[in-house]
Structures are given as structure tokens and as C-alpha cells.
């Protein structure tokens, strides 16, 4: 694009004021950390308030690298595990 150091900082510190940059997250490479394998769990909770009481459980869970909260009753786990084993026994433990 051709934009000097100080432009670029500029346009960035104006679109986080302006909201259009909410927010910074870090990505580990989860294949460093031993964890090869990722998986996402979509769950339909009865209401949303079973639904918020379910995603605050599995905030606490050992595995879970995000939790997605989509629209309405709905949303995601990620899990992240060493071997498949690993993977299915952390997501039986998460439908209970």
C-alpha cells in the first residue's frame, strides 16, 4: 500500500476510537502448547437463561479455548485436546 509507520498508527488508533477495532486477541499455535487436535461443539440449550448457566459452567472446564454465544438459545465450545481420546472425554463431560 505504500503508508509510512506513523499513517498506519494513525488509521489504526482512529478505528479503535471509532469503535470499528473493538478489541486485540491473542491466537496461540495450540500444536506448540502439545494440543494438535480442535474441536467445535454447537449446543441448543432449552432457554437462554439454561443456555447463559451453561456457558458459565464451561468457562471453569479444562480444554476449552472459546466459547461462541450466538443469537437465541444456541452456541459454540471450542475444545482443544493432545489425542482424539482426550477430545471425546472432555465432550462427554461437557454434555452432561
Do not use: H, W
Amino acid at each position: 500500500m505504500g503508508l509510512d509507520e506513523k499513517t498506519v498508527r494513525l488509521r489504526i488508533r482512529k478505528m479503535e476510537r471509532e469503535g470499528f477495532i473493538q478489541y486485540y486477541q491473542a491466537i496461540p499455535n495450540l500444536r506448540l502448547l502439545g494440543q494438535s487436535l480442535a474441536y467445535l461443539c454447537n449446543f441448543q440449550a432449552t432457554n437462554v437463561t439454561t443456555k447463559k448457566r451453561a456457558i458459565d459452567s464451561f468457562c471453569e472446564a479444562d480444554g476449552i479455548i472459546d466459547i461462541a454465544d450466538y443469537l437465541g438459545e444456541s452456541f459454540g465450545v471450542t475444545v482443544s485436546a493432545a489425542s482424539e481420546e482426550d477430545a471425546q472425554q472432555t465432550m462427554a463431560k461437557l454434555a452432561k
